[in-house]
């Protein structure tokens, strides 16, 4: 079997290759290496997954076709678009970023998959789809989106190029409604990231407003765990074209408040905290229905947030990383 992965330096990318790689797979990786957050975080993790696995990430930027169409030299049994401008605070002398890479470059690596006849293309979504949703958990059936970011408005974009191109063709396609995926080697742009930073560098964390919104939290290898079964159940179905999206979260929503007293918890030190202006750019509550992912892959995300951050704050102070979380924060 043989995989493409995009954003394979990457949070989600990288360990997604990872375990590729150890499941047998043939893996194809790339990554633009762009600048949003720590380029030296990013070549890291490519440094690691060469090491523990043998693949080399390709670099080059998706909104290139040429560069795009490259990739297919060998037609991938699965392709992995896990490549994108992430987060929703950029400002908006760089809102272009968002277009650039979410929809000219997801429009190129489809259209490129399609032309190739891939059978099954998984992508990156998000649960910033939802936007202020009047319901209380979030369901892949709910139809008033209104995303209040533009990064939410380039995701749902995605979902909606994704049926529209790939109808009638050979490639069935699913996005992945991500819900705050946090873990060792994650973003340092997130609060979590933030949160243990502060404990590790000894600076100050801006909590943006009250810091009682809340977010479904979703361990990495849990994300893992349910990508990997995705494709399998994809896989089992044949040769049916279907384009669908579906939540990828944990089921149990937390506040940045009950993140910062169990980080807390851990440590005789305590998160410093500086009070910052709420942003209107944040949705009040994120909480995904599961069912539909329990419906497919019989999978349901088992690593609580008091695990998952214990497991991230073991990794932040190993000594191959501890010196380095300060770099990667600023």
């Known amino acids: 079997m043989r995989a493409l992965v995009t954003g394979a330096a990457g949070f989600i990318g990288s360990a997604l290759a990872g375990e590729l790689a150890l499941n047998g797979f043939e893996v194809l990786a790339t990554d633009s290496f762009s600048d949003y957050y720590s380029i030296d975080l990013k070549r890291s993790r490519a440094l690691r997954l060469a090491t523990e696995t043998g693949i080399s990430v390709l670099e080059g930027n998706l909104s290139d076709p040429i560069f795009c169409q490259s990739l297919f030299q060998k037609t991938p049994d699965v392709v992995f678009h896990l490549a994108g401008q992430a987060g929703i605070r950029l400002p908006a002398e760089k809102n272009y970023r968002y277009i650039e890479d979410n929809v000219v470059a997801f429009t190129n690596i489809l259209g490129s998959s ?17 936007g202020n949703s009047d319901s209380e958990i979030q369901r892949e059936t709910d139809l008033d989106l209104k995303p209040i970011s533009l990064y939410g408005a380039t995701k749902l974009a995605n979902e909606k190029m994704a049926y529209a191109m790939s109808r009638n063709t050979q490639t069935s396609t699913l996005g992945l409604r991500f819900f705050s995926v946090y873990g ?3 973003r340092p742009d997130m609060a979590y990231f933030k949160l243990i930073g502060s404990l590790v560098a000894g600076y100050e964390f801006q909590l943006l407003g009250s810091g009682k919104k809340s977010r479904d939290f979703t361990y990495i290898q849990d994300v893992i765990s349910a990508m990997l079964l995705l494709e399998t159940s994809f896989n089992k179905q044949g040769s049916s074209q279907v384009s669908d999206v ?23 030190k305590l998160v410093q905290i500086k009070a910052g202006q709420d942003d209107f750019k944040d949705v009040n509550r994120t909480f995904a229905s599961i069912d539909k992912l329990k419906e497919m892959t019989g999978f349901v995300p088992s690593i609580s947030l008091s695990k998952g951050l214990e497991l991230t704050l073991n990794w932040a102070y190993s000594p191959d990383v501890v010196d380095r979380i300060p770099d990667w924060l600023f």
């Open 246 to 268: 579906v939540n990828v979260g944990g089921g149990n929503p937390h506040s940045i408040v009950e993140m910062i007293e169990i980080l807390n918890s851990f440590t005789p």
């Open 184 to 186: 060792p080697w994650g």
């Open 114 to 130: 399609i032309k190739a006849g891939v059978p099954r293309f998984f992508y990156a979504s998000s649960s910033s789809v939802y």
